[in-house]
């Protein structure tokens, strides 16, 4: 008796959970993000430069970035975020699940994650590539003298598949040691229970500099993979794609256009130039087609600065982490930079 | 009975309504239902394979991978539980104070700290405390190996011998299975013999020798003949009179041919030994290995003399020379001792620190627990059987044999299929020390790389439901054999 009670209740209460949980899927993620009044964005567990928590627990960071621009657009408060960790394994089902808006998270853009696992990469925010990183005194100049290394590999990554393809065409071997998330990476390599470290060359300028003597590692020169990381969100809500899309192109025509943090109010007066008047929305209702009002690219540009102040502050040239603009100048400079035409 | 045919309906519709709304979110996201991922190439490299697994593999072939490191650890452990369980258990009923407390505070601490923190504490002890590969190199190495150059203990875990097969070992195995067959027809001619007369013989000590001896003495015999044996090390395109270092100068990291096995581990130990990797190409036959030299897929071949001469006169469209060096011909059974070379140790068998922090960190735990299901056990028997076996003059350790232990068993065995399940279970905490087991293979990098969640975490479950049931059937059967026969 009291069994059949105790069942029947489960019972009940399972069905009025699932009502409850089916309704939160109608209306689109914009809907949600409103009605939440906070963006829940995934990042990495702790990767210095692109997503980590300061010594105030406030996150920072270059894809922190992209998920602050997006709050502000959207809600008009770049603190309006849920920053939710995620490793390389977990990462999608926590994109796919719902439980996060946005994946800001060095995330490589590959056909079968686009096409096959269902999402839609809004952009690319960081052209990169896999490199290897040694301790300076094993010796080593080259990747091809890697015959036999034990190597450090985060799993669920791209970078796991391009290490088996590198070394089984260059006919080596090597020792995987699987680790999942970035800090037990380094730990492990700085124990020396690994030779080499192997994730996209920024990841490991960003790993190095922390280290407590970062001279004593090299970085090798070989790159072995195209590497482009960008936001994502998930397939099939256009209307969320397109926000994020056109929020990450403002940052980067801002640059382009030479607007900045600190003059996007006095810019946001009018200009001759109609294309910063259409992007800051004295112009037009650019931000009326996208579902927000049309100061919504003006907001995202004063919370982070455009694209290459964003660079400049977590991993520049002057930051710790210290890389260079490269593949990721402004086309205007001979870099890949190139934002559609706001219009 | 009303109220549990409306709890049954609403079970029913609950479980209607989910398969419903995972068909329709599934169908939402655009995503189908299919099992054709497993039979696609995985594309990535696994460290620990029991079966031959490349990155060219398929990710069923992946997932075998990881049931068989599932399996490994927890056949492991279950049984070095078991071991730690019964001396633990048998221990902490001693009269001895200090054995006693000693086992109450290793059951104790054990059994009240979660099995996580054990895992990671064993790891990082093994990862952080122990020397680099490359300390131990050098003329004065920071670190050396033990036991007579054979063990190496390392942060990337500890390298052992391990067993080579070679000319002889058929027989070898033939005497080896012999002797077991004589010491089960021993045992039984004694235990006959003991109801018919009364009459105990040493079946300890005899079982033991025929164990030991006669393998022992067909393996010095072999080895005796034939193991010193010279085979001419033959190489592909070189001069006479050439040395193997002068060889291998031309031919880095050369791919060694050779019949028997051994003779091919005695080759590479001698590369090693002059610092070149040498990769061994597996071969049958002569034929086998005269159309690999061919095909080029290997520079060195190490053949009986006689053979030597037929395969240098036989093949074609390659010049074949013997070098100045030879090697042994080697044992019916040799083991290949562990040597530096390259980054790493190589040859040997590697433990790595994920297998014995996660083997070692649940045997301890489990370890505790069995412990006490002994002790519970032991104790369940009255001591009055104790003492009437006394009184009839057995000694101590046949009371515990003959009457407490079987006795104990029937107590014992039902909790300790649970502990089984439970270490079989847990072992999926190789997560946290990045041990490839089936969590990690097909339930961790192949979900991610397919996006087959759904699926793989089926399969997951079905897997350990399946070993879970047959570990429980097996033990049930044992459990069946020890109970009180009731008549």
Redesign the interface.
């Known amino acids: ?1 009291k069994k ?2 105790f ?2 209740t ?3 209460t ?2 009025a959970a ?1 009502f409850a949980a ?1 309704d939160a ?1 109608s209306g689109g993620t914009l809907g949600e993000v409103q009605a939440r009044g906070a963006l829940n964005c995934g990042v990495t567990t702790g990767l210095v430069g692109f997503a980590a928590p300061d010594a105030n627990g406030e996150w920072q960071g270059f894809d922190v970035d992209v998920c602050r621009a997006v709050a502000a657009a959207v809600l008009d408060d770049p603190s309006a975020v849920n920053f939710v960790p995620t490793t ?2 977990t990462r ?2 926590a994109l ?1 699940s719902g439980e996060i808006d946005l994946l800001a998270r060095n995330t490589t853009w590959t056909f ?1 994650r686009d096409v ?3 999402f839609e990469f809004v952009g690319i925010n960081y052209y990169d590539g896999q490199g290897f990183m040694v301790p300076r005194d ?1 010796g080593v100049a080259s990747a091809l003298e ?5 190597v450090c590999i985060q ?2 990554t791209t970078t ?2 391009n ?3 590198f ?2 065409s260059n006919n080596m071997s ?7 998330t970035n800090a037990e990476a380094q730990q ?1 390599y700085l ?5 080499v470290y192997t994730t996209d060359a920024s990841g490991l300028a960003a790993t190095r500099a922390t280290f407590e003597d970062p001279a004593a590692h090299v970085v090798l020169p070989e790159i072995i993979s195209k590497e482009p990381l960008g936001p994502l969100v ?3 809500d256009n209307e969320w794609g397109d926000i994020a899309r056109w929020t990450l192109n403002a940052l980067i025509a801002a640059e382009e256009l030479g607007v900045t943090s600190a003059n996007v109010a006095e810019l946001a007066g009018g200009t001759e130039n109609p294309e910063i008047n259409r992007l800051l929305g004295t112009e037009g209702a650019l931000g009326e087609m996208l579902g927000l009002d049309n100061d919504w690219a003006q907001r995202a540009i004063a919370a982070v600065g455009n694209y290459g102040e964003s660079f400049e502050r977590n991993i520049g040239e002057n930051s710790a982490i210290g890389l260079s603009r490269g593949l990721n100048a402004q086309w205007t400079d001979g870099g890949l930079l190139y934002a559609p035409p706001f219009r | 009975m009303t109220i549990q045919v409306i709890a049954l309906i609403l079970i029913m519709g609950g479980i209607y309504w989910l398969a419903r709304n995972t068909v329709q979110n599934l169908s939402e996201l655009g995503k189908d239902f299919d099992f054709g991922f497993l039979s696609q190439r995985a594309g990535y490299d696994i460290n620990q394979r029991l079966v031959e697994y490349t990155n060219d593999s398929t990710h069923a072939r992946a997932a075998l991978v990881g049931i068989l490191n599932t399996l490994l650890v927890a056949f492991l452990g279950c049984l070095m539980a078991t071991i730690l369980g019964v001396i633990a258990g048998v221990l902490r009923l001693s009269k001895n104070w200090i054995v006693g407390r000693l086992m109450t505070v290793y059951v104790e601490g054990f059994r009240n700290v979660p099995l996580l923190l054990w895992i990671i504490a064993i790891f990082a002890v093994m990862t952080e405390a122990t020397p680099q590969p490359r300390d131990f190199r050098g003329d004065d190495p920071d670190a050396s190996m033990i036991l007579g150059e054979s063990v190496a203990i390392t942060n990337r875990g500890i390298f052992i011998p391990s067993p080579v097969w070679g000319d002889g070992a058929m027989l070898l195995v033939l005497t080896f299975v012999a002797s077991l067959v004589a010491i089960f027809l021993f045992r039984r001619f004694a235990h006959k013999r003991q109801e018919a007369t009364g009459e105990i013989l040493p079946v300890l000590w005899v079982s033991l020798g025929l164990f030991i001896v006669p393998t022992l003495l067909v393996y010095l015999a072999y080895s005796a003949t034939g193991a010193r044996d010279q085979f001419p090390v033959l190489a592909v395109g070189a001069q006479q009179g050439m040395t193997l270092e002068e060889f291998t100068d031309e031919n880095r990291n050369p791919a060694i041919c050779a019949l028997p096995r051994t003779a091919a581990v005695n080759l590479s130990t001698d590369l090693r030994a002059i610092g070149e990797r040498a990769s061994i190409v597996p071969v049958e036959t002569s034929a086998d290995l005269q159309s690999n030299i061919e095909s080029g897929e290997c520079v060195l071949a190490v053949i009986s003399p006689e053979a030597g001469e037929t395969l240098v006169a036989g093949v074609e469209g390659v010049a074949l020379a013997p070098l100045e060096d030879t090697v042994d011909r080697g044992r019916p059974l040799q083991f290949e001792r562990p040597q530096l070379a390259g980054f790493n140790f190589e040859g040997g068998l590697q433990l790595r620190n994920s297998l014995i922090a996660l083997w070692f960190a649940l045997s301890l735990y489990t370890g505790a627990f069995i412990a006490e299901i002994v002790r519970a056990g032991i104790l369940a028997v009255s001591h009055g059987q104790t003492e009437a076996a006394g009184a009839l003059g057995m000694r101590s350790n046949r009371i515990m044999n003959l009457v407490v232990l079987p006795q104990a068993l029937r107590v014992i065995i039902p909790p300790l299929i649970s502990q089984y399940l439970n270490l079989t279970k847990n072992s999926s905490l190789a997560i946290a020390v990045g041990y490839m087991d089936v969590r990690a293979t097909l339930g961790g990098i192949t979900i991610n790389q397919t996006g087959r969640e759904l699926e793989g975490m089926l399969l997951l479950g079905l897997f350990y439901l399946i070993t879970s049931l047959a570990i429980a059937g097996v033990m049930n059967i044992y459990n069946a054999s020890v109970k009180l026969k009731e008549r």
Request: hydrophobic residues 40%; charged residues 15%.
């Open positions: 008796m059949s009670v069942l029947g489960l019972a009940v399972g069905l699932g089916a899927h390389g394994q999608f089902t796919a079968s096959d696992l269902r094993l890697l015959d036999g290394a034990t799993t669920g796991e598949l290490l088996a393809d070394f089984s090597y020792e995987p040691v699987p680790v999942e492990q124990a020396g229970a690994c030779d998930r397939h099939g």
